[in-house]
């Protein structure tokens, strides 16, 4: 494989996120692979949304308004109550709406579930884009979403149904789910994310609630080793977390890096200097343009229409 250009959550700065629009457009601009996020309904359909619930800033009822904090949890909605909202537009007043104060708004989208986005991309006669979807949840809020296992099985039996298995990466924060996914389908790469600033998902000195019990320290208190002994295939750690000697080691354990969320050029730039192979960028449009000019072989669009 070469440079993994990924549009996160189908390009989020661009369209509304995890939609059917946003992903139309990736896939029309060209993107080597759709980054995405999903959960499970109380009545089993696997759902494409990075909130484990229903997102304030996102979702507006049939009368037109926005949630209530903090959201009902998409595991006790049915598909049918979660086709109810409207996702195409950020609340006005909110902190995100701020951030992506250029993002286009499609009044009127809805969540999609996992088996539309395959059939767009079916659609589209896009034969070669891959897809990194990450599992939504937190060890820490159990009630939130289904238990990993349980998740990770019906997660794997769409992607299995619809025939896409050879093209798709499973990615998370919560480790646990890796671990499954590679019991259940060891062919499909898992890839393992990591924050180390913030409200950290990881220690070097410890294992915590999100490593399914693995210890860096055990490890040299390397994350690359920890991960490599975990069977994880791809090391994807915020960009703020690398530098060049981290990313040789994961290189020299055979591990793939793969940086989120790089949405700046001279970031970008300078992520592909240090010798990633691939971004996760809510600016997809803008990473062509860097990785072209760093002369990175770019992926074809192919255009459809959501």
């Known amino acids: 494989m070469g440079f993994d250009l990924e ?24 993107v080597d692979t759709l980054e995405l996020d999903v ?6 359909e696997v759902v494409v949304s990075h909130d484990r619930g229903l997102n304030p800033d996102l979702a507006r009822d049939a009368r037109g308004i926005y949630v209530r904090p903090p959201g009902a949890p998409l595991v006790k909605l049915r598909l049918d109550e979660v086709r109810t909202y409207d996702v195409g537009q950020i ?42 979807i990450e ?17 990770v099985t019906r997660l794997l039996s769409v992607i299995e149904d619809e025939k896409f298995s050879d093209r798709v990466m499973i990615q998370s924060f919560d480790w646990r789910t890796l671990q499954f996914v590679q019991q259940q389908a060891p062919k499909m790469p898992t890839a393992y994310l990591t924050l180390q600033r913030g409200t950290s998902t990881v220690a070097l000195d410890k ?10 320290a055990f490890h040299g208190g390397s994350l690359p080793r920890t991960i490599k002994a ?26 793939r890096v793969v940086v989120w969320t790089v949405n700046k050029p001279d970031d970008m730039a300078r992520m592909i200097e240090l010798g990633v192979d691939g971004i996760i960028s809510d600016r997809p449009d803008l990473l062509r343009q860097v990785a072209g000019e760093k002369g990175i072989a770019l992926p074809a669009g192919t255009p459809v229409a959501p």
Request: aromatic share 8%.
């Open 7 to 30: 549009a996160h959550r189908g390009g989020r700065a661009l369209l509304p996120e995890n939609t059917l629009p946003a992903f139309a457009n990736a896939l029309s601009m060209g």
């Open 39 to 44: 959960g499970v309904t109380a009545d089993g």
């Open 91 to 132: 609340r006005p007043d909110s902190a995100y709406a701020k951030q992506f104060s250029d993002q286009r708004a499609v009044p009127g989208t809805r969540i999609p579930t996992l088996r539309e986005l395959f059939a767009l991309v079916r659609k589209s006669g896009n034969t070669g884009v891959r897809f990194n």
């Open 135 to 151: 599992t939504k949840i937190d060890p820490n809020r159990p009630d939130e979403s289904l238990a990993p296992q349980a998740f």
């Open 207 to 216: 294992a915590t609630p999100w490593t399914a019990g693995f210890n860096p």
């Open 230 to 255: 975990a069977g994880g295939s791809v090391w994807s750690p915020h960009f703020g977390d690398v530098t060049a000697a981290l990313i040789s080691e994961a290189h020299g354990l055979g591990l």
